[in-house]
């Protein structure tokens, strides 16, 4: 990741404008996935981002976020955020307060986790990223409350609300819609032995269990798994840093078909 300041001074010695803070950073990912009984395929992608932030004289945040090269989703991805002390409004390509406050998900993957992802909160029935939302949360000690709708009002405008609560190093966490679907979903998380736990569930009965741990210094296995109205499905992903940002990543999933996908990659953030 490469830092870089830029200061602009007016012409004149009497005016300047305030430095600006823009982080450039990214990540790329080369391999090959293999699906059973059919083809097995060579995959790479590169995605480069910038972000940049200012504070006012009273403390107030603002920051921007933006795509400049984006291989995997949208093109033209980007989001505004104000912040101030526990508030903060995110404008643009933001999940929603499903996703944010009780979404349980595990992505597996040496492509940035695009084997496959176990969630409780399907992007079908949430205000997700791929769409232009208003996110707003505060948080106090342990509790985090959170607000969402879309940024155009279209036929009308959805409303996504949830809370969370997190004391001993558990999280319990409940966020519902007031579209007609009546999605709600909720989650609870912890750690034991080291080992990052997830339990997930939603009003499509859908359950989602994720696990993540370390084996060694150098190697770290996640494991997800999905029931679903279709069946189930897993995927596990066995991560071994290689230094210098450089991952070695082996990955495993079995579909609700029992359809078994497999790869091996290399991933680098930069």
């Known amino acids: 990741m490469k830092k870089i300041l830029f200061a602009t001074t007016a012409l004149v010695a009497t005016a300047s404008v305030a430095a600006a803070d823009v982080t450039f950073s990214g990540f790329a990912y080369a391999g090959v996935r293999s699906v059973e009984n059919a083809d097995t395929d060579v995959t790479q992608s590169v995605r480069i981002v910038a972000d940049a932030s200012v504070e006012t004289d009273g403390g107030v945040k603002f920051s921007a976020h933006k795509r400049l090269v984006n291989g995997n989703g949208s093109a033209d991805y980007g989001f505004v955020k104000v912040s101030s002390g526990g508030a903060q409004v995110t404008i643009g390509n933001t999940h929603g307060a499903i996703r944010k406050i009780a979404r349980q998900v595990i992505f597996t993957g040496y492509d940035n986790g695009g084997l496959t992802a176990a969630t409780n909160a399907p992007g079908s029935v949430t205000q997700n990223d791929g769409s232009d939302n208003i996110y707003a949360s505060y948080s106090v000690g342990g509790l985090t409350l959170g607000l969402s709708t879309q940024m155009a009002e279209g036929a009308g405008r959805d409303t996504e609300y949830g809370a969370s609560y997190t004391m001993n190093g558990i999280t319990v ?60 499905r897993y995927g596990v992903a066995v991560n071994h840093d290689l230094g210098g940002n450089v991952s070695l990543i082996g990955d495993v999933m079995q579909d609700e078909s029992d359809v078994t996908t497999m790869g091996l990659g290399v991933y680098f953030n930069f």
């Open 173 to 232: 966490a409940a966020a519902a819609t007031t579209a007609d679907t009546d999605f709600w979903a909720a989650k609870v998380t912890g750690s034991v032995a080291g080992v990052s736990l997830g339990l997930g569930f939603n009003e499509l009965e859908e359950t989602v269990l994720t696990a993540s741990g370390s084996i060694g210094a150098a190697t770290t296995v996640d494991f997800g798994y999905e029931d679903n109205t279709a069946g189930g």
